[in-house]
């Protein structure tokens, strides 16, 4: 069992930054690919950026291209989404997840693990 606990989120102007972390624990995280989805209000779950546990492999969603980078540290069990030159559409609730399996990870469909979830608003 993995428990996964997002922090960092907050308000921010558009431009700013915000760094999300999220801290693993109860499962060798090294093990297992890590990622990263959010929702808006009245919208659905959707992919932001995902990266496999051996480092090698990042993906990002095209809306974050150039503006979020996702890392990892494995000796600390966390993994974290630098979030850049942000806009008020990134307003959402941000979860963290992890699977073993990277297509399911990637497309977002049953999902081994996931967090509670941490809010970014970012205001014009």
């Known amino acids: 069992q993995v428990r996964l606990v997002e922090s960092g989120g907050g308000l921010v102007q558009a431009g700013g930054s915000l760094r999300l972390s999220c801290a693993a624990s109860?499962?060798?995280?090294?093990?297992?690919?890590m990622g990263w989805f959010r929702q808006a209000p009245g919208k659905g779950r959707e992919f932001v950026a995902a990266i496999q546990w051996s480092e090698s492999t990042t993906d990002y969603a095209d809306f974050v291209v150039g503006r979020f980078t996702i890392s990892r540290d494995n000796a600390k069990n966390a993994v974290y989404l630098q979030m850049n030159s942000l806009k008020p559409e990134d307003t959402a609730t941000y979860y963290c997840?992890?699977?073993?399996?990277?297509?399911?990870?990637?497309?977002?469909?049953?999902?081994?693990?996931w967090g509670q979830g941490t809010q970014v608003t970012v205001h014009s």
């Open positions: 109860g499962h060798p995280s090294s093990s297992v690919h």
């Open positions: 997840a992890a699977d073993t399996a990277w297509r399911s990870l990637r497309a977002g469909l049953s999902i081994d693990y």
